[in-house]
């Protein structure tokens, strides 16, 4: 289970949140692949920001599945699950 996010949340850090919790997941792929994607947190917006903390509170056996393209991801996260695939 994730922590709530805190109500009044700064967006600094909520970025530097959202990072710690890109690089510290329960397997090594996702570690690498959402760590990588982290970086471009800044550029996005507070909506997008939202979705990617949806997906970080997901299963990391899941989201794999999902990045990877072996299962379809549920279609509230699909738009970021895409994002993130298809991230350089």
Do not use: C
């Not at 997941?25 to 903390?53: C, N, Q, T, V």
Request: charged share 25%.
């Amino acid at each position: 289970m994730t922590e709530p996010v805190p109500t009044g949340e700064a967006r600094e850090t909520r970025l530097k949140r959202l990072h710690m919790r890109s690089m510290r997941r329960g397997i090594k792929e996702m570690d690498i692949i959402l760590s990588r994607f982290s970086e471009s947190l800044a550029d996005l917006s507070d909506s997008d920001l939202d979705a990617y903390d949806q997906v970080l509170a997901q299963n990391d056996q899941d989201l794999y599945q999902w990045v990877s393209g072996q299962e379809a991801p549920p279609a509230a996260l699909a738009p970021m699950i895409t994002r993130i695939a298809q991230y350089p």
